[in-house]
Structure formats: C-alpha cells, structure tokens
C-alpha cells in the first residue's frame, strides 16, 4: 500500500459524521442526533415515550458526551476532524462501559420490529431505508456481513457484533 493512502479508519469515520451530520452545516452537534432518533421512531412507528426509543436516545446522549469528552472542546459542536480524532479515542477507552456493545442492543430492539429475535431482510432494509435512507448494497451493514453464520437471519449476536466492528474499527 502507498503510505500516501488515506487509513482507512480515517474514511470510515468520516464517511459516519458525513451520514450523522444531517443537517449539512459542516459540524456535528447534538440535533443532528435528535434528527437520527426521530427517523428510528416513524421507521418504527412508535411514539416519544416508547421504551426503545427512550434507551436508543440515552445510549446516543452518552455516546455524544463521551466524544465530547474525548474532543476536549468547551461547545456543543464537533467538526470532522474532531469527530475523528474522538471516535479513536472512544473506541479504545476501556475505561467506561462499552459504548458500542451497549448501541448494539439497543438498535437492534428497534430494527427487529417483530421482535422475535432476529432480523430478517425486510426488517433490515426498513431500516437502512428510513434511518440511513440507504439500501442493503451499504457495505458496512449489508445483510450478508452482518449475517456471520449464513442462515438467512440476523441474531441479536451477530447484529451486535457486526456494529460494533462498524464502530470500532481496529479491534
Ligand atoms: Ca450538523
Ligand atoms: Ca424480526
Ligand atoms: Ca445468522
């Protein structure tokens, strides 16, 4: 590899703020997360107070805090090379609970709508579609890399796993 490559961390990290910063204005800040939960409750079709909803916007306040933290900025913003260099540095620390362990769970009770305990294609895609607004083709979360075993069905396991490599990448 030329050493001129970009690391490849670096562009999945980027290519994440660029999917969360959804209303285009260069910085990430807490409403763009407000925007994200907002999309996971009409994909789910579920109200404000909705148990998940209130677990998935507790894990992305803790989540938000923690790059924060690790940003050492004083404000409520975060630019993309700040997003960066906090992402590394959250996805090492083993000093608090692991963040995107807990994620993992928690988006999985709300992309498993049926809720019998794995995901299938439809449910997958219902929510690539109405959170991400991206099809199964998305390298990093198509059905067949999140579904280790290959026997059709996402589990809680798996699904778990294949997210945390998302947002842990390096492990
Ligand atoms: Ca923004
Ligand atoms: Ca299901
Ligand atoms: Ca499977």
């Given at each position: 590899?030329?050493?001129?490559?970009a690391?490849?961390?670096?562009?999945?990290?980027?290519?994440?703020?660029?999917?969360?910063?959804?209303?285009?204005?260069?910085?990430?800040?807490?409403?763009?997360?407000?925007?994200?939960?907002?999309?996971?409750?009409?994909?789910?079709?579920?109200?404000?107070?909705?148990r998940?909803?209130?677990?998935?916007?507790?894990?992305?306040q803790?989540?938000?805090m923690?790059?924060?933290?690790?940003?050492?900025?004083?404000?409520?913003?975060?630019?993309?090379?700040?997003?960066?260099?906090?992402?590394?540095?959250?996805?090492?620390?083993?000093?608090?609970?692991?963040?995107?362990?807990?994620?993992?769970?928690?988006?999985?009770?709300?992309?498993?709508?049926?809720?019998?305990?794995?995901?299938?294609?439809?449910?997958?895609?219902?929510?690539?579609?109405?959170?991400?607004?991206?099809?199964?083709?998305?390298?990093?979360?198509?059905?067949?890399?999140?579904d280790?075993?290959?026997?059709?069905?996402?589990?809680?396991?798996?699904?778990?796993?294949?997210?945390?490599?998302?947002?842990?990448?390096?492990?």
């Amino acid at each position: 590899m030329a050493s001129r490559t970009a690391d490849p961390v670096d562009v999945v990290i980027e290519a994440e703020f660029d999917k969360l910063d959804l209303d285009h204005d260069g910085q990430l800040e807490w409403s763009d997360y407000e925007t994200l939960i907002d999309r996971y409750r009409q994909t789910a079709g579920v109200g404000e107070d909705d148990r998940r909803i209130r677990e998935l916007r507790a894990f992305y306040q803790m989540h938000w805090m923690e790059l924060l933290r690790h940003a050492q900025v004083e404000g409520h913003h975060l630019s993309k090379g700040q997003f960066v260099g906090a992402t590394r540095l959250a996805s090492s620390d083993t000093s608090r609970i692991n963040v995107a362990q807990v994620g993992g769970h928690v988006i999985f009770d709300l992309v498993d709508a049926d809720g019998d305990g794995e995901i299938s294609h439809e449910e997958l895609g219902r929510y690539l579609q109405g959170v991400w607004q991206i099809d199964q083709s998305d390298a990093n979360f198509s059905f067949d890399a999140l579904d280790a075993n290959k026997d059709g069905r996402i589990s809680r396991a798996e699904f778990v796993d294949g997210i945390q490599e998302v947002l842990t990448p390096n492990r």
